[in-house]
């Protein structure tokens, strides 16, 4: 118990610095995305299966209103196909706009503001209330709750509603806190419930009339919590309810509740079946304790302690989480569990109970207001001031359970289950980004949830989020299919406006470049590819092709300085012996995390060896040599043939123009012969023989002719069968040469004429095709028997 | 004294028992015979499906260079690996307890003239694979006097490759 009163003494502190520094410390999330009244903040949603996502969010900007720029502390709260976002301004003004959400089209470009339809669907008077007077410090912090045919949302001390569809019609009440608070700020969104049973008396009959209407419960920072029905007949003063945080506490003037409602129709600790659950944050009494609440009769049961002893080491900023789809016996369907703000969390039966709390990341120095996820066999939960994510199975809940640190401003999580595996979305208001793990287990979270950590996809982001993700959202407003949307909201996006900021679902896959494109033979060229969504790539090859003998296979590699994402290798460009541009073809195929793959294709052009201009027509005849003198048939050669390739350029032209031009001598200059080449493998690993590559031999001139010899080693072995002269494969085989001509021309003069001198270089490119029709060479295996048991 | 005669009156055995112990004696020995015959049958069929296994191995993965005629092994694991890919493959009807491969060696025309592992008689001849197995035999109980349930016998296998060029007629021009 000592412990305990330790924790709570220093809880008390530290409310009391933040008191005294800041309002906005107080600002809770309000996760309302599903309209989910059992704040569990996780969607079940069978088909969410392998989808990966853009790196880069949509974002639809709200503009500058009435030339304020607009402010939210919620998540967009998302029905259907619509999004509905509550934003403030710096005119005392709040707003509730309507997004309708749709396909990604073509002028959806990932990164890119969207064109979508924003309505202006309710403006409220939200007031000043900033230590300067500006009214974004704290206010306004209420998103909208749209359920049971209703939107409520809480405003500046008010609750407003109206039937869904039908903004004119709204209503409003005050919530009323303790007299002479005058602190008239939400931060907490309406619960709305199933339809209950209302009382109220008919003026004018004086009869008592009950009826049934959803009620809507929200408190605010007067210490105050409203339970409003949501439908009065005519002629009826309804009967209200409410709940103040001096009516189980002393001196709790300044106790206020910012913990969002959750609805537990498990209850029966407040009468009938059924209440609202929420937490209040004790900053003046210290009694930091659990509200449930009858809507219909405004009986509360108030859950402070356990045997004697405080059962919260904080206060209860946050909105509880009721288990629903319970497989465990020890946590069944409404089992409560809520955090502390300084992230201990606790588990309670249905009636509020204590049966255990875990605070193995609880730091009550470091409040960390936010919301848990529990998916039916896990709490999930971030703690130690925004830094870790932590998970815990609820059937041994307060035994043991996995965190994992190192991050920074972590925001609630948002899970989808799918049945089998849980995707756990976060987003961190310190940083750039959106965490999202690959799909774990759920039925061994807490293991597979360490094991996913190097695994997690950071998408990208405008800005800093300003509030949690809401995962797994959107429906096509036109043919309703799912849109698997991720969405969140930024004070800064771009150009300094707040932003919807939404993430869809992307197909894995990879653009290509070759840089540069056109090269010489013997330059380097780099291959780059770029993977889309980021962070998802886990390694990536290249095959680069001319079609023919030129064949590459590259490894790319992360390029860490790269923005975004980029893999690339260098190669250096083959020299191009062809005449003509040689196109290689680059086919990059990336391969994913989880094991999909991508490919892109795209090419590069090796400019052809540059020769000397002429375009001479050289005769190119190679003649293969058996080892005992026979030669093969013309154009025909076999593997370890020694080939002899003899080149004949006929006597070029001497210039045009000159008298009498007569070539006196002409001679190659520089040949060679560009061929294929093999060499035996002899790394010690592979099947493959040969490695094939095409080499250069330097051809000796003579005159106009020049010969050269090398070895058919690249093909025919092993020889088709039978040995038949079947041709295996026709090789083209280049020899560029250049060639000096010599000439004499006359120079007429007055008596007549003499001769001049000159010479020029002129040069050409030979081509030969050869067939390569079998080998010489054969191996033949022999099996020799050593000892005598069955000896030949 | 007198020297103890055979057959004497004294006791000696009835020519009859001799008999029997003659007869006994040829049906040991025709079981051992035929017990020998057995092994030698088995051992052969293991033989070939050695030298089966090893002279596809050897195709699969040398190459001949072109210039010499020597033999290059490109891959030693990977030609163990299909060594015994292809000797299950012989041996498909044999369960797998009935052979072990108990050394695999391969050499390469470097090792040649060098001496052969122990077991084997030869000189390395170039490029080969020196294979040693032992053949394990249940031993039915029998008339043969055996304490052992189980005969190992070992085998011992080169399987070489040579290269042939057929224009000269010439071998391996490295050996």
Redesign the interface.
Same mark, same amino acid.
């Given at each position: 118990m000592f412990k305990k009163k330790w924790f709570r003494l220093i809880s008390l502190i530290t409310i009391l610095f933040f008191l005294a520094s800041s309002n906005a410390t107080k600002a809770a999330d309000n996760y309302t995305h599903d309209a989910d009244i059992s704040r569990d903040n996780t969607v079940v949603d069978s088909s969410f299966n392998g989808i990966m996502y853009n790196s880069n969010p949509y974002y639809i900007e709200i503009p500058a209103w009435n030339g304020y720029r607009q402010y939210s502390n919620t998540t967009p709260a998302v029905v259907g196909n619509q999004l509905w976002q509550f934003t403030f301004d710096d005119s005392g003004n709040g707003h509730l706009w309507e997004i309708d959400t749709q396909k990604p089209g073509s002028n959806w470009i990932p990164g890119s503001a969207v064109s979508a339809s924003v309505t202006l669907v309710q403006n409220f008077d939200v007031g000043t209330s900033g230590s300067n007077g500006e009214v974004n410090s704290a206010a306004g912090v209420s998103g909208p709750t749209i359920a049971q045919g209703y939107i409520a949302i809480a405003v500046g001390g008010y609750l407003y509603w109206w039937p869904a569809g039908h903004p004119d019609q709204d209503q409003f009440s005050p919530i009323r806190g303790n007299s002479g608070n005058a602190i008239q700020l939400i931060a907490a969104s309406p619960l709305i419930t199933p339809p209950l049973t209302a009382t109220g008396m008919d003026i004018t009959t004086g009869d008592t009339v009950t009826w049934q209407t959803p009620f809507a419960i929200v408190g605010s920072w007067s210490g105050g919590v409203i339970s409003q029905p949501l439908y009065t007949p005519d002629n009826v003063f309804k009967t209200q309810w409410s709940y103040n945080s001096t009516n189980d506490a002393t001196n709790a003037t300044n106790d206020i509740v910012t913990s969002s409602p959750a609805w537990n129709s498990h209850t029966n600790a407040v009468g009938t079946q059924g209440a609202a659950v929420f937490g209040v944050d004790a900053t003046q009494s210290g009694k930091n304790r659990l509200i449930l609440m009858d809507p219909m009769t405004g009986n509360i049961k108030t859950i402070y302690d356990s045997g004697g002893s405080p059962i919260f080491y904080g206060p209860i900023d946050s909105s509880p989480a009721i288990v629903s789809n319970s497989t465990s016996a020890s946590a069944p369907d409404g089992t409560i569990f809520v955090p502390d703000q300084g992230a201990g969390v606790y588990q309670l039966s249905a009636n509020g109970d204590y049966e255990a709390d875990d605070i193995s990341a609880m730091d009550q120095n470091n409040p960390c207001i936010a919301n848990i996820a529990l998916d039916g066999q896990n709490v999930i939960w971030v703690g130690e001031g925004h830094t870790s994510i932590n998970a815990a199975p609820i059937n041994m809940f307060g035994e043991g359970s996995y965190r994992l640190g190192g991050f920074n401003g972590l925001n609630s999580p948002a899970v989808v289950n799918n049945g089998t595996t849980d995707t756990v979305f976060l987003a961190s208001t310190g940083q750039n980004g959106l965490l999202v793990t690959n799909p774990i287990s759920i039925s061994n979270l807490p293991v597979s949830f360490g094991q996913a950590q190097n695994t997690w996809q950071t998408l990208g982001s405008l800005t800093p989020a300003y509030t949690s993700v809401a995962a797994d959202v959107g429906t096509d407003s036109t043919d309703g299919t799912d849109l698997h949307y991720l969405t969140t909201w930024t004070n800064y996006g771009y150009d300094t406006q707040g932003c919807i900021e939404i993430w869809a679902p992307s197909a894995y896959g990879v653009s290509a470049f070759v840089t540069p494109s056109i090269v010489d033979g013997g330059t380097t060229v780099q291959v780059q590819a770029e993977p889309y969504p980021t962070d998802t790539t886990a390694s990536m090859t290249a095959h680069v092709t001319d079609g023919a003998a030129n064949n590459f296979d590259l490894t790319l590699y992360p390029n860490t300085s790269a923005s975004p994402e980029m893999w690339c290798e260098n190669m250096t460009a083959p020299e191009n012996y062809t005449g003509s541009p040689d196109v290689y073809t680059v086919t990059v195929t990336a391969t994913s995390k989880s094991g999909s793959t991508a490919t892109a294709t795209t090419n590069f052009t090796v400019n052809p060896l540059p020769i000397p201009p002429g375009g001479l027509t050289g005769t190119l005849k190679i003649d293969a040599l058996r080892r005992n003198g026979e030669l093969e048939p013309p154009s025909a050669a076999k593997f370890g043939n020694n080939l002899t390739a003899t080149l004949t350029v006929p006597t070029p032209s001497p210039p045009p123009g000159l008298q009498n031009a007569i070539v006196t001598g002409a001679s190659i200059t520089k040949a060679w012969v560009h061929h294929p080449n093999g060499v035996p493998n002899t790394t010690g690993q592979g099947e493959q023989k040969y490695f094939i590559s095409y080499v250069d031999t330097k051809m000796t001139p003579t005159g106009l002719t020049a010969t050269c010899q090398f070895l058919e080693s690249w093909a025919g072995y092993p020889p088709h069968i039978p040995d038949d002269g079947t041709v295996m494969e026709t090789d083209t085989i280049y020899a560029p040469f250049s060639v000096l001509v010599n000439y004499k021309y006359q120079v007429p003069t007055a008596k007549g004429f003499y001769w001049a001198t000159g010479s020029y270089n002129t040069g050409g490119d030979a081509t030969t095709n050869e067939d390569i029709i079998g080998s010489d060479w054969y191996t033949y295996p022999v099996s020799h028997i050593e000892n005598h048991y069955g000896g030949k | 004294m007198r020297k103890p005669i055979l057959g004497d009156d004294r006791g000696g055995v009835a020519v009859f028992v001799l008999g029997i112990l003659l007869i006994f004696f040829i049906l040991i020995v025709t079981e051992a015979f035929s017990y020998v015959s057995y092994?030698?049958?088995?051992?052969?069929d293991?033989?070939n499906g050695?030298?089966?296994a090893?002279?596809n191995a050897?195709?699969?993965?040398?190459?001949?260079?072109?210039?010499d005629?020597s033999? /290059?092994?490109?891959? &030693?694991n990977?030609l163990e690996q299909h060594f015994s890919q292809y000797l299950s493959n012989q041996l498909q009807k044999w369960p797998s307890s009935c052979y072990t491969i108990t050394s695999f060696q391969v050499y390469s025309e470097t090792d040649r003239n060098s001496q052969a592992p122990v077991?084997?008689?030869?000189i390395v001849p170039g490029t080969s694979i020196y294979v040693k197995m032992d053949?394990i035999l249940a031993v039915m109980p029998g008339l043969v006097p055996e304490t052992f349930s189980h005969w190992s016998?070992?085998?011992?296998? /080169?399987?070489?490759? &040579?290269?042939?060029?057929?224009?000269?007629g010439?071998w391996n021009l490295v050996r």
């Open positions: - | 092994v030698y049958r088995a051992a052969n293991l033989h050695i030298g089966i090893g002279r050897l195709s699969d993965f040398t190459t001949v260079n072109p210039a005629g033999v /290059i092994v490109t891959d &030693n990977l077991g084997f008689s030869t053949l016998i070992p085998l011992t296998d /080169i399987i070489s490759q &040579n290269s042939y060029e057929s224009a000269t010439e």
